[in-house]
Nanobody, 127 residues
């Protein structure tokens, strides 16, 4: 079992920045993939970014490339999502998730491919 707790959401003006954190507890393995998803008002949940628990490779949705950065601190069992140049369309509840199967060469980008989820943190970007 893996427990995930997100934090760092809030209200920010367009063009501003926020950093989200996802603290993981329970069992974690180097094969795990940590992902961020978001669900905006009236929208389906969508993939944002992912990182392997070991190694340096990352993956991003086209809508956030160049603005968001995912990184981790293994010593703290925490994954971060640095969000810069925020836009009103980034307004959503952001969720952290873990995919526990081994993924080679590609990142999982569908909800059903992730096994554990956090409770979500609200990000609101005002225009």
């Amino acid at each position: 079992q893996v427990q995930l707790v997100e934090s760092g959401g809030g209200l920010v003006q367009a063009g501003g920045s926020l950093r989200l954190s996802c603290a993981a507890s329970g069992r974690t393995f180097s094969t795990y993939v940590m992902g961020w998803f978001r669900q905006g008002p009236g929208k389906e949940r969508e993939f944002v970014a992912a990182i392997r628990w070991s190694g340096s490779s990352t993956g991003y949705a086209d809508s956030v490339k160049g603005r968001f950065t995912i990184y981790r601190d293994n010593a703290k069992n925490t994954v971060y999502l640095q969000m810069n140049s925020l836009k009103p369309e980034d307004t959503a509840v952001y969720y952290c998730a873990v995919a526990s199967r081994l993924w080679v060469g590609v990142f999982p980008k569908e909800e059903y491919e992730y096994d554990y989820w956090g409770q979500g943190t609200q990000v609101t970007v005002s225009s």
